[in-house]
């Protein structure tokens, strides 16, 4: 064979097949970690003695000051504070929050989103700072609510150090009170800077334009997402009983954030983006609210009476379902439970709304965190594992259960969420398994008589919002004679 046919029959196949090689992208998995809390309520006042120290150092330096041995006369004076305050329940001290970021830390310190939906302060929030800091001013008070959200926020991404955390405000999370808020306060402007710090590059002018402004914001989220926005609202100017610092109502905050939220999705869909939604009260209605009325007034079948919303307005829940087509995901917390809920659109369209258990112990679930896998071409959740903790004080942490393992579906998708619903409603009587299992899974773990009496009425919620359809789903169910 001459040397010219040596190179064309198997120099030069051989070089293009190396070439061609070379050229192809190199294959990477689809899937990455997202850890999700929710509902920390940390309570810095639980060492009464170290609250003054607190209020002089700025937030970085908070760890190494609760992280110090507890005052001899820790437990009297919390006692005491709770007395003073009317505490119901103890929300959650440093001990078992630097447990729980130490657990976040093993299970998901390579994860790449973070998502926390809100409520990080401790409930009767202003009555501790009022009775340990007597003599502070309205602005030191700003500032202390200001710098509690900023350590636990800086805790948490430090969990997962390369993440990016995108955090949604709760009704607690306030410089004037719980379900208390007003527009364009400083302290907006104090917690834009905490964004930008935990958000790195994501967080742009436009972004901190709406957040110093209520609280809201639009992001694209960093890669390894692709093409997915993350638009996080501020629903306490929806929620009821809102009013503004001065005490006052005022609808026109949640009607010109609700209007920017339509202009966030229309845009996203222009620009074929898929949209996760955070926030922190969910949208539908409240089973537990609504069964609580019932016990006195035993009248929704009877044509007068009414669900129980966790909003007064229906606005939220029109608008996700409206754009059902680009919403991927969404994500709340507030009622302390581990849920799942389906929204739906037009033309079939719908997506998973997922309820992220709190860490708080108050309401009787054991303290938890999700640990997540996403699919980042999808901008879908792939599974997800409960984290908890057996005991309230967060000694040890461990698989409380994994979706995929629980239920047998693959994928928290708008499909399985739907397969679930219609298979936990074929059980009125709550006797297979999986519904056995996602009662127990609802509470984390933790003995609760609040769902089995209304186990219908709880699984009508997981996919009728609308008070008019919850109505008729739980009165044509066994129920339904027991509510006339």
């Not at 996700?320 to 809920?341: P, Q, S, W, Y």
Request: net charge negative.
């Amino acid at each position: 064979m001459t040397a010219g046919l040596f190179y064309t029959y198997f120099v030069l196949p051989l070089l293009l097949l190396l070439a061609t090689t070379c050229a192809m992208p190199q294959s990477k998995s689809s899937l990455s970690t997202m850890l999700m809390v929710s509902d920390v309520h940390f309570n810095p006042f639980h060492d009464p003695a170290k609250v003054g120290e607190l209020a002089r150092s700025p937030a970085k330096e908070w760890e190494a000051i609760l992280a110090r041995k507890d005052s001899p006369t820790q437990a009297s004076d919390f006692q005491e504070l709770s007395k003073a305050c009317g505490l119901r329940g103890v929300d959650t001290p440093y001990s078992l929050f630097s447990s729980a970021v130490q657990a976040m830390h093993r299970d998901a310190n390579t994860a790449t989103v973070i998502t926390f939906t809100g409520d990080t302060l401790a409930h009767r929030f202003d009555c501790m700072y009022e009775k340990t800091q007597p003599k502070a001013s309205s602005e030191q008070y700003t500032a202390f609510t200001a710098k509690t959200i900023e350590y636990v926020l800086l805790q948490l991404h430090l969990a997962a150090p390369q993440a990016r955390l995108y955090f949604a405000l709760g009704n607690n999370d306030s410089d004037c009170g719980d379900y208390k808020l007003s527009e364009d306060e400083p302290w907006f402007d104090m917690l834009g800077d905490v964004a930008a710090g935990v958000m790195n590059g994501a967080w742009i002018e436009e972004a901190a334009r709406t957040f110093r402004h209520g609280g809201y914001y639009s992001v694209a989220m960093s890669s390894p997402m692709q093409r997915t926005r993350m638009i996080a609202i501020n629903d306490m100017f929806l929620a009821g009983g809102y009013k503004n610092c001065k005490g006052e109502e005022n609808h026109d905050s949640s009607e010109k954030q609700m209007a920017w939220l339509q202009t966030q999705l229309d845009d996203a869909r222009a620009h074929h983006e898929r949209v996760w939604v955070i926030g922190h009260i969910p949208p539908g209605v409240s089973p537990f609210a609504t069964f609580v009325q019932q016990l006195k007034k035993r009248n929704l079948c009877t044509g007068e009476g009414k669900a129980s919303t966790y909003m007064p307005t229906e606005r939220l829940s029109e608008i996700l379902a409206k754009n059902a087509d680009v919403i991927k995901l969404a994500a709340f917390g507030h009622t302390h439970v581990d849920e799942l809920k389906l929204v739906e659109g037009p033309n079939g369209t719908a997506f998973p709304l997922k309820i992220t258990p709190a860490l708080t112990t108050i309401g009787g679930n054991l303290p938890s965190f999700t640990v997540a896998r996403i699919d980042v071409n999808e901008a879908q959740v792939a599974d997800y594992t409960v984290i908890s903790a057996p005991e309230k004080e967060g000694h040890s942490w461990s698989k409380e259960y994994t979706f995929s393992e629980a239920y047998g579906y693959k994928g928290l998708t708008a499909a399985s969420v739907r397969s679930l619903i219609t298979d936990l409603r074929s059980d009125p009587d709550m006797q297979t398994k999986k519904s056995q299992d996602y009662v127990l899974n609802w509470s984390v773990g933790a003995i609760r008589n609040q769902v089995q009496p209304a186990w219908q009425g709880y699984v009508c919620g997981m996919d009728k919002l609308n008070p008019a359809a919850y109505k008729q789903c739980v009165c044509e169910s066994p129920l339904g004679p027991f509510l006339r």
